[in-house]
């Protein structure tokens, strides 16, 4: 069975541009989450989506945003970036009563 | 203080060592407890995950949870080279039950170095 997909691996972007990660979750996982990892704040925990609805959301600004689709495949975007938002993205999937399994992340790096 | 707290080492050990990772919380509504290892450049690999208090065995890898003292560790049986990574704890109040939502709360990691 194929693990959690996340695409690209890599990107490198500048200050103001926005930016499109994808992620595919395990086939029959309708739970996505995404979360932001940095050396500095661990791990942190961004959105979830589950059947195309956001069920809860952390404390970044507006500029994170993302959105599930049916085949729950979920997307997350971040707009105007900032040096700060240089971190490596996780997407996590997962079923009811089932911990979440990751993928290996895209690593963002802002110019 | 945050809400989940871990040593984050380095911790070094012999090959075939006992190793003990431990991580605290302050709260008490988490019923969900994992350990995840994360090798450089890839993302966290699930490794145990336990409901409520007790005790949980997986080959020579073995999870407790002890909720009165908010403490949950894990031990690794006869270490090898290979599981040298980062562990990391991560906890729940939920775990995706019906409407319930998905968020984890992660430490943030111990490094673990295991020397041939």
């Known amino acids: 069975k194929a693990g959690v997909t996340q695409t690209p691996r890599y990107l490198i972007k500048t200050r103001g541009q926005q930016v499109t990660l994808s992620c595919s979750p395990i086939?029959?996982?309708?739970?996505v989450s995404w979360y932001q990892q940095t050396p500095g704040q661990g791990l942190q925990f961004l959105f979830e989506y589950f059947s195309e609805t956001q069920r809860n959301k952390g404390n970044f600004p507006g500029r994170f945003s993302g959105r599930q689709f049916s085949n729950s495949r979920s997307e997350m975007n971040v707009s105007t970036l900032e040096l700060g938002d240089s971190a490596l993205y996780l997407c996590a999937s997962s079923i009811t009563d089932q911990p979440q399994h990751f993928g290996d992340g895209t690593r963002l790096s802002i110019l | 203080q945050k809400e989940v707290e871990q040593d984050p080492g380095p911790l070094s050990v012999p090959e075939g060592a006992i190793v003990s990772l431990n991580c605290t919380y302050s709260?008490?509504?988490?019923?969900?407890f994992m350990w995840y290892r994360q090798y450089s450049r890839k993302g966290p690999e699930l490794l145990m995950y336990?409901?409520?208090?007790g005790n949980k065995e997986d080959g020579r890898f073995t999870a407790q949870v002890d909720k009165s003292s908010k403490y949950i560790s894990l031990f690794i049986r006869d270490s090898q080279p290979s599981d040298s990574a980062t562990y990391l704890c991560?906890?729940?109040?939920?775990?995706?039950?019906?409407?319930?939502?998905?968020?984890?709360?992660f430490g943030t990691g111990t490094l673990l170095a295991v020397q041939p």
């Open positions: 991560a906890m729940s109040d939920t775990l995706n039950y019906g409407g319930a939502t998905n968020k984890l709360i």
């Open positions: 086939s029959g996982h309708r739970s």
């Open positions: 709260n008490s509504a988490f019923q969900y």
């Open positions: 336990t409901y409520s208090s």
